[in-house]
Nanobody
Framework: VQLQASGGGMVQAGGSLRLSCAAS????????MGWFRQAPGKEREFVAA????????YYADSVKGRFTISRTNAKNTVYLQMNSLKPEDTAVYYC???????????????WGQGTQVTVSS
């Protein structure tokens, strides 16, 4: 499956952004999807994940209550709605796909190219 992330940009603290990840190739609805992020000098970290049907989600504690992951299988797209953004949310955000619903980045077989999110104070 091929993944294309979009929607990043620059926003002030407290603002919102919505990331999208469009999938093509194999059956999108067969895959769990995850969002990860990587800030300069830091390891890639888990942000949010959603199972194949969309009825189960999981969030990192740092984004819980502010970010929402969702998916529309008919459009082969997963979303990450990010509200109340903080400067510490600044990172390159990646979407990923795997048949296993997991928060572990090394378990994901397919990755998008990343989209930059910059939050200014």
């Amino acid at each position: 499956v091929q993944l294309q992330a979009s929607g990043g940009g620059m926003v002030q603290a407290g603002g919102s952004l919505r990331l999208s990840c469009a999938a093509s190739g194999r059956t999108f609805s067969s895959y769990a999807m995850g969002w990860f992020r990587q800030a300069p000098g830091k390891e890639r970290e888990f942000v949010a994940a959603i199972n194949w049907s969309g009825d189960s989600t999981y969030y990192a504690d740092s984004v819980k209550g502010r970010f929402t992951i969702s998916r529309t299988n008919a459009k082969n797209t997963v979303y990450l709605q990010m509200n109340s953004l903080k400067p510490e949310d600044t990172a390159v955000y990646y979407c990923a796909a795997d048949t296993i619903f997991t928060v572990v980045p090394t378990m994901y077989d397919y990755w998008g190219q990343g989209t930059q999110v910059t939050v200014s104070s």
